[in-house]
């Protein structure tokens, strides 16, 4: 009889504390950074601020979305906490509208986010598409409790509403605008999410010339 092949069952070594500290020290300097300049600031830069080679950047994270997505976790863990008190706390409708506002405001944390965030949903192996897969599923959470109320149609996807939302926090950064601001526009732009009569898809790709607009 051939015997079963162990399972390594061994844990992970713990990071080294010099390891810890630099990448400590790299998330920390990789912060005050994009506050500063924005996400697209020079990964060298941020490795001289961090006092470490770039080499030990490079190390820690291979690629500037993998440095983003690490940065950026506690502002979607957050995101993620108030998502939960507002499903508690409002009807579906007023919850993913809500939703819908704070994640625009919330994706425009540093300058040039949004672009950043636009990017990554091309690429299903960036960090920063698998850090935003967890806003996406809480939007479609958000969405089908609507749905289910009767206060959006049911053709709409989450992954185009988190879209929409990226391109209104785009406009949000690059117009500057306040936090008042950028709820009204938020709220202009998602007005068509809630929509109950959803847009018939052969009406959508008519061909302009079939379509007759009332004078």
């Known amino acids: 009889m051939t015997a079963e092949p162990e399972i390594n069952s061994a844990k992970p070594r713990p990071m080294r ?3 810890r500290r630099n990448r400590d020290a790299i998330l920390t300097a990789a912060r005050a950074t994009f506050e500063e300049e924005g996400v697209l600031a020079s990964l060298d830069s941020i490795a001289l601020r961090a006092g470490v080679g770039n080499a ?4 820690n994270f291979p690629t500037r979305d993998d440095l983003l997505a690490a940065v950026a976790a506690v502002s979607i863990e ?8 507002l499903s508690r706390s409002l009807a579906p409708k007023e919850a993913l509208a ?4 704070r994640l625009a405001w919330t994706l425009r944390i540093w300058h040039d986010l949004p672009t950043c965030v636009a990017s990554a949903q091309t690429d299903p192996q960036s960090s920063m598409a698998s850090a935003c897969a967890a806003l996406i ?34 406009a949000i950064d690059r117009f500057g605008d306040d936090e008042l601001t950028a709820r009204r526009r938020v709220s202009v732009g998602i007005a068509g999410v809630f929509r109950t ?19």
């Open 137 to 170: 599923d809480r939007t479609e959470t958000f969405l089908r409790q609507a749905t289910l109320s009767g206060n959006t149609g049911d053709t709409v996807t989450a992954a185009e509403v988190f879209e929409l939302v990226v391109a209104l926090s785009w």
């Open 197 to 215: 009569l959803a847009f018939d898809d052969a009406y959508i790709g008519a061909p302009s010339s079939s379509v007759e607009i009332a004078p």
């Open 98 to 101: 809500e939703w819908l506002i």
């Open 17 to 19: 504390a010099d390891a």
């Open 78 to 85: 957050t995101a993620l906490a108030e998502a939960d008190a």
């Open 56 to 59: 030990t950047l490079y190390r």
